[in-house]
């Protein structure tokens, strides 16, 4: 490469350096002057709609707010750009607190009511002090729509899961406490409710008891009082044993004896170890009613049993019988 190429790629190179330098500094100047330009718009005062979350409290018993109701309203504010900036950045979030026993809306049909913006105004104004002046609101009118509730105490349905541990049985419960709870909404939702669920619970295999609180699945729009209850499983350790349980037969006419053959049936079950020395034969009674028996067959049934024996079972359904006439 010769001098004269190279003298003419080097004063290309200073050219493009002389541009980026005067880019800069057009950059530069053009950025300070925006914000010189922002710096004086913020000191002017404006007045500006910044858009508020709204929620309405003490709302009467009777009634419930609707599909449809403000989520939100706009506040018209007044003060210095700057001021108006950091409310609208910090404090739009902050929710406007409707108090309707102070406020009370006016009726315009069964289901339709409406509160005047003028009466919103002073929960604005006391959300927004300092140096920026709430002096608003749109929309000028809010309206609301309501639905009439009712309130219905309805039972609490399980929907807790468990198994049980190797040995180990459910000795009492599950068991709510309370069993129902009060359920208050619309109408047309809580006349069609029969019952309240508690929240699905997996306590796995159980070898220790259950004392907690759990939580209720309330309906959209179902208010429930109260929000959880006590729920109690007691378990033990169990063991297995049989008895021979004598066959008592009734209705049997006057002039015939039966003899049965077998006399009593073997049942066995389950039975915590701490109620175990308890039990005696006299705590069982099978029953067999002679006008049920057929082909010299009767039908025992267990019509008496402890209520902490669990998985009973007769090691026979049947017992034969043989008739025997009375002497006059």
């Not at 409310?87 to 289901?111: E, F, G, L, Q, R």
């Not at 309906?219 to 021979?244: C, D, M």
């Amino acid at each position: 490469m010769n001098k004269k190429n190279r003298f003419n790629i080097l004063l290309d190179k200073l050219k493009k350096i002389r541009f980026n330098r005067n880019t800069l500094i057009f950059g530069l100047f053009l950025a300070l002057s925006a914000l010189l330009w922002l710096l004086n718009a913020l000191n002017k005062e404006y007045s500006h709609v910044i858009q508020y979350p709204v929620k309405f409290t003490n709302v009467p018993g009777n009634i419930g707010l609707d599909e449809g109701i403000p989520s939100k309203i706009g506040v018209e504010v007044y003060g210095h750009g700057y001021d108006i900036l950091s409310y609208k950045i910090d404090h739009a979030k902050t929710p406007i607190i409707v108090n309707m026993k102070k406020t009370i809306p006016h009726k315009h049909s069964d289901d339709h009511y409406y509160i005047l913006a003028k009466n919103v105004l002073p929960y604005a104004k006391n959300l927004i002090k300092g140096n920026v002046e709430a002096v608003n609101i749109h929309p000028d009118t809010l309206h609301l729509y309501v639905t009439k509730t009712i309130c219905k105490k309805l039972p609490v349905q399980s929907k807790i899961i468990y198994s049980l541990a190797q040995q180990y049985m459910i000795s009492s419960g599950p068991q709510f406490s309370p069993d129902s709870v009060k359920a208050k909404g619309p109408t047309h939702i809580i006349s069609k409710l029969q019952h309240i669920q508690t929240a699905v619970m997996d306590y796995g295999k159980l070898n220790a008891n259950i004392n907690r609180y759990v939580p209720l699945q309330a309906p959209k729009k179902v208010e429930l009082e109260p929000q959880r209850v006590k729920l109690e499983i007691t378990v033990e350790k169990f063991t297995e044993t049989s008895f021979n349980i004598l066959v008592e037969v009734i209705n049997i006419p006057q002039d015939i004896e039966l003899e049965l053959i077998p006399s009593d049936i073997q049942i066995s079950f389950q039975v915590p170890i701490s109620r175990y020395e308890d039990l005696s034969t006299s705590a069982f009674r099978l029953r067999a009613d002679y006008d049920k028996a057929k082909h010299n067959k009767l039908y025992p049934e267990l019509v008496l049993k402890p209520d902490y024996v669990q998985h009973i079972r007769l090691h026979r359904d049947h017992v034969d019988f043989i008739e025997n006439k009375t002497s006059d």
